[in-house]
């Protein structure tokens, strides 16, 4: 291994204590502002530097894809993963479409690997509202949901009310013939409506909490 410049040492260091605290790399963008370089160019001149050096690895076809392999352990890369739009925490709210919500391939969030695992399907939806809290789901959150048709009683779902055209997340429970699709706030009422009105767009599998 061979030395580093001042500017270099500042922005490895700033790589793997990013990631020791949030799981994931940090952007380019992060790294200028947190290292007070004057340009995102100059950035990717000294990650190059890094890599040559083989203090970090990166995959170029990859958002945020920063090994560290020297001075600290190596992480699982980061996956992107789409934000195709937001879902309500709180009283339902109209989306665009009962199948699907539309989206900017540019919108998207990097997530471990290992959260995601052997998973297909999996996108995310920004939170809107508070009556997921207890579930430590809060406003701005990200939720990241797997692609399913069907539920588990008490699982967390982005369910569509049909006759409403509207969205929400709640905890999913059947009862006969109607479903109960209850808040995580104890000041808050569940939504009782018929079976068949309601249709599973995905179930969660984790949240990013937005600061």
Same mark, same amino acid.
Request: proline share 4%; with cysteine.
């Given at each position: 291994?061979?030395? %580093?410049?001042?500017?270099?040492? =500042?922005?490895?260091?700033? *790589?793997?204590?990013?990631?020791?605290?949030?799981?994931?790399?940090?952007? *380019?963008?992060?790294?200028?502002?947190?290292?007070?370089?004057?340009?995102?160019?100059?950035?990717?001149?000294?990650?190059? *530097?890094?890599?040559?050096?083989?203090?970090?690895?990166?995959? =170029?076809?990859?958002?945020?894809?920063?090994?560290?392999?020297?001075?600290?352990?190596? =992480?699982?890369?980061?996956?992107?993963?789409? *934000?195709?739009?937001?879902?309500?925490?709180?009283?339902?709210?109209?989306?665009?479409?009962?199948?699907?919500?539309?989206?900017?391939?540019?919108?998207?969030?990097?997530?471990?690997?290992?959260?995601?695992?052997?998973?297909?399907?999996?996108?995310?939806?920004?939170?809107?509202?508070?009556?997921?809290?207890?579930?430590?789901?809060?406003?701005?959150?990200?939720? %990241?949901?797997?692609?399913? $048709?069907?539920?588990?009683?008490?699982?967390?779902?982005?369910?569509?009310?049909?006759? $409403?055209?509207?969205?929400?997340?709640?905890?999913?429970?059947?009862?006969?013939?109607?479903?109960? %699709?209850?808040?995580?706030?104890?000041?808050?009422?569940?939504?009782?409506?018929?079976?068949?009105?309601?249709?599973?767009?995905?179930?969660?599998?984790?949240?990013?909490?937005?600061?």
């Amino acid at each position: 291994m061979t030395e %580093l410049s001042t500017k270099q040492q =500042r922005i490895f260091d700033f *790589i793997r204590e990013f990631i020791d605290e949030h799981d994931y790399p940090p952007s *380019i963008r992060q790294i200028q502002d947190a290292c007070s370089i004057s340009s995102t160019s100059v950035v990717d001149y000294n990650l190059r *530097i890094l890599e040559n050096k083989a203090y970090i690895r990166r995959d =170029r076809e990859v958002s945020r894809a920063i090994e560290i392999t020297h001075g600290g352990s190596r =992480r699982q890369r980061s996956v992107p993963v789409p *934000i195709i739009g937001t879902i309500a925490a709180g009283q339902p709210i109209p989306v665009p479409t009962a199948d699907s919500w539309s989206y900017d391939s540019d919108d998207s969030v990097d997530v471990s690997q290992e959260m995601i695992g052997d998973r297909e399907g999996v996108y995310a939806l920004r939170v809107k509202g508070n009556s997921m809290i207890d579930a430590l789901v809060n406003d701005g959150d990200l939720v %990241l949901m797997r692609t399913t $048709e069907s539920a588990n009683d008490g699982e967390m779902v982005a369910a569509w009310l049909k006759r $409403e055209q509207e969205a929400t997340l709640k905890r999913i429970f059947f009862e006969g013939e109607r479903v109960r %699709l209850q808040p995580a706030n104890e000041t808050m009422a569940p939504i009782y409506t018929e079976a068949d009105n309601v249709e599973v767009q995905g179930t969660v599998i984790g949240v990013r909490r937005e600061y």
